[in-house]
């Protein structure tokens, strides 16, 4: 115990230079990552950059602490323990951690891919809405209705997503039908127009009309035109504005939009319940 406790005293000032150099390197490390990652909001707008690449120097800063504390403790066939031994406990943590280390590494390709952002609206396989996050672990969705979505960054790289914020402008179609008897240049030439007049064209985009189909009661259209489009809620918005506005035309103009009508014939003899 004697032997014990002059060693602890002897190895005290070492001790308390380990905790100070830990408590060093700590603060050290929050202000790398703070000075990194403004640093990349001046060059790179993506965020999830700047949230991993400050995680990692945030990570490597405090191993080197550790390192340079166990050297200063005088724990050297430690540290080299620890040094051979991690190739060891990676490979066995390689192996039990599969699922984990893939979706780490997902989050870091997601991070550095140019076709997704923070806040652009994307549809999966699995959900539709805004990016909230990306993290090492997964890829946060928030939809419309306010509800989350969290997507595996393993799951979410292996399958195609559609990225509805990478171009400012996009093409939507609205589906109408007109009745047989309807003077079919007439319903081109008003639904052309009054897209037009509503929804600016620009250089190189026009509006497009095509009849596409004789159904049961009805001749079927198309028309096709481009709008500003980097949220969902555009495209709702500019349907809702083209289905209204034909619907007020057509009406003026006395073109009619069939619709089918079901009769339902009772027979004369009603039954009866004999007692």
């Known amino acids: 115990m004697a032997e014990w406790m002059t060693e602890i005293i002897l190895k005290l000032p070492n001790f308390?230079?380990?905790?100070?150099?830990?408590?060093?390197?700590?603060?050290?490390?929050?202000?790398?990552?703070?000075?990194?990652?403004?640093?990349?909001?001046?060059?790179?707008?993506?965020?999830?950059?700047?949230?991993?690449?400050?995680?990692i120097a945030f990570i490597i800063v405090i191993f080197i602490g550790f390192f340079i504390s166990l050297s200063v403790l005088g724990l050297n066939k430690l540290l080299t323990s620890v040094l051979a031994g991690a190739g060891v406990l990676?490979?066995?943590?390689?192996?039990?951690l599969q699922?984990?280390?893939?979706?780490?590494?997902?989050?870091?390709?997601?991070?550095?891919?140019?076709?997704?952002?923070?806040?652009?609206?994307?549809?999966?396989?699995?959900?539709?809405?805004?990016v909230a996050e990306i993290s090492l672990r997964n890829v946060v969705l928030r939809q419309t209705d306010?509800?989350?979505?969290?997507?595996?960054n393993s799951k979410f790289v292996e399958n195609s997503f559609t990225n509805y914020s990478i171009s400012k402008r996009s093409r939507i179609a609205v589906k109408c039908s007109v009745s047989y008897d309807s003077n079919l240049q007439q319903v081109e030439d008003l639904v052309t127009r009054i897209i037009a007049e509503n929804f600016e064209q620009n250089?190189?985009?026009?509006?497009e009309f095509f009849f596409t189909e004789f159904d049961d009661f009805a001749?079927?259209?198309?028309?096709?035109?481009?709008?500003?489009?980097?949220?969902?809620k555009q495209e709702?918005?500019?349907?809702?504005?083209?289905?209204?506005?034909?619907k007020t035309h057509f009406d003026k103009e006395g073109i009619t939009i069939p619709f089918p009508i079901h009769t339902i014939e009772f027979s004369k003899n009603k039954p009866t319940r004999e007692e």
């Open 16 to 55: 308390i230079m380990a905790i100070v150099i830990m408590v060093f390197f700590y603060f050290l490390a929050r202000t790398l990552k703070r000075i990194l990652q403004q640093f990349l909001l001046r060059r790179i707008a993506q965020k999830s950059i700047q949230d991993i690449s400050g995680k």
């Open 236 to 246: 709702h918005d500019a349907r809702h504005k083209a289905i209204k506005l034909i």
């Open 90 to 96: 990676g490979l066995a943590i390689g192996l039990a």
């Open 99 to 130: 699922g984990t280390l893939s979706n780490t590494f997902g989050g870091l390709v997601l991070s550095f891919m140019p076709k997704i952002r923070i806040n652009d609206y994307i549809e999966t396989n699995e959900a539709k809405g805004f």
């Open 219 to 232: 001749i079927n259209f198309m028309t096709r035109f481009w709008i500003d489009m980097i949220k969902i």
């Open 203 to 207: 250089e190189g985009e026009t509006v």
């Open 146 to 152: 306010n509800n989350y979505v969290i997507i595996p």
